[in-house]
Nanobody, 124 residues
Framework: QVQLVESGGGLVQAGGSLRLSCAAS????????MGWFRQAPGKEREFVSA????????YSTDSVKGRFTISRDNAKNTVYLQMNSLKPDDTAVYYC?????????????????WGQGTQVTVSS
């Protein structure tokens, strides 16, 4: 069992930055890969970034490469998403998710545990 609580969302102007945090409970955090996904109004949930259990492997979708950075602090049971140069198209509810595997994956069906989501709104 893994419980995830997200924070850090908000309203920001285009070009601004936000850092999302996801605090995990349970002893399994350091043993599993973590991911960030987002869902915009009228669209399906899409992959954003993922990180392996030890942080050694990172995947990010092309639309955020160079702007978003995923990281984790296993001592604090927390995963982060640093978002820079935000665009209106980044507006979405952002979710963190925990895998049951140590291997990072881009597939949302391989993440059985999800946070409640945090709203990110980027104005033009």
């Amino acid at each position: 069992q893994v419980q995830l609580v997200e924070s850090g969302g908000g309203l920001v102007q285009a070009g601004g930055s936000l850092r999302l945090s996801c605090a995990a409970s349970g002893r399994t955090f350091s043993s599993v890969a973590m991911g960030w996904f987002r869902q915009a109004p009228g669209k399906e949930r899409e992959f954003v970034s993922a990180i392996s259990s030890g942080g050694g492997t990172i995947y990010s979708t092309d639309s955020v490469k160079g702007r978003f950075t995923i990281s984790r602090d296993n001592a604090k049971n927390t995963v982060y998403l640093q978002m820079n140069s935000l665009k209106p198209d980044d507006t979405a509810v952002y979710y963190c998710a925990a895998s049951k595997s140590v291997i990072a994956t881009t597939r949302k069906d391989e993440y059985p545990y999800w946070g409640q989501g945090t709203q990110v709104t980027v104005s033009s």
